[in-house]
């Protein structure tokens, strides 16, 4: 099966400071990579949409210029908070699309959480 | 309202019952239609997709999609205790990556 992988899969930080989060399709070619954002005992939430080579596509109210989206290559892309507050604090999981399968079908990661001090 | 609703459980059942677990939707433009298994503090796992109305049959697994009632069904037959976890659906649309979920029903299977 499609394989991707987090990376952290834990930070603890202290409020004011920049986190990057890390998103690998290990054996596949993605695209297309999602982030969501899940609170506790709450559904997953789509962020935003990322695409290869170009701009991430932004769901409505998530702030651009918080949660930076880089997907530079077919095998990664990165999500950084800026300047992280504790109300950030949070289960971040990203996806991936396998181009060869259909549209819909996402393969999820494990999962970062992050604690905002 | 939500466009799909899910009852967070839990739900608890005993070793070798069938589960049956559901969820309804507003949003008739659905057509793709999903369940994830997530263990706590992991990612979701994709167990079915479907397309449009119908069944589909996965081992001990069984997915009812029924566009007309706008309801959706995961049935689980031998539930094993590792089958305890959060239970998500997720629709979509044509034409879109974008997938909507359920807040997610969690099972326990008890021994």
């Known amino acids: 099966g499609a394989v991707v992988s987090q990376h952290p899969s834990r930070v603890i930080c202290k409020s004011g400071t920049s986190v990057k989060i890390e998103c690998r399709s290990l054996?596949?070619?993605?695209?297309?990579m999602f982030w969501y954002r899940q609170f506790p005992k709450q559904s997953l939430m789509l962020m935003a949409t990322s695409n290869e080579g170009s701009k991430a596509t932004y769901e409505q109210g998530v702030e651009k210029d918080k949660f930076l989206i880089n997907h530079a290559s077919l095998t990664l892309s990165t999500l950084t908070v800026t300047s992280a507050h504790p109300e950030d604090s949070s289960f971040y999981i990203c996806?991936?699309?396998?181009?060869?399968?259909?549209?819909?079908?996402?393969?999820f990661g494990p999962g970062t959480r992050l604690t905002v001090l | 309202q939500k466009e799909v609703e899910q009852d967070p459980g839990p739900l608890s059942v005993p070793e070798g019952a069938i589960v049956s677990l559901n969820c309804t939707y507003s949003?008739?433009?659905?057509?793709?239609f999903m369940w994830y298994r997530q263990y706590s503090r992991k990612g979701p796992e994709l167990l079915m997709y479907t397309y449009s109305s119908g069944n589909k049959e996965d081992g001990r697994f069984t997915a009812q999609v029924d566009k007309s009632s706008k309801y959706i069904s995961l049935f689980i037959r031998d539930s094993q205790p590792s089958d305890s976890a959060t239970y998500l659906c997720a629709m979509s649309a044509e034409y879109t990556d974008k997938l909507i979920f359920g807040t997610g029903t969690r099972l326990q299977v008890f021994p």
């Open positions: 996806s991936a699309r396998v181009s060869t399968r259909s549209r819909n079908e996402q393969f």
């Open positions: 054996d596949f070619q993605a695209t297309t």
């Open positions: 949003n008739s433009a659905f057509q793709y």
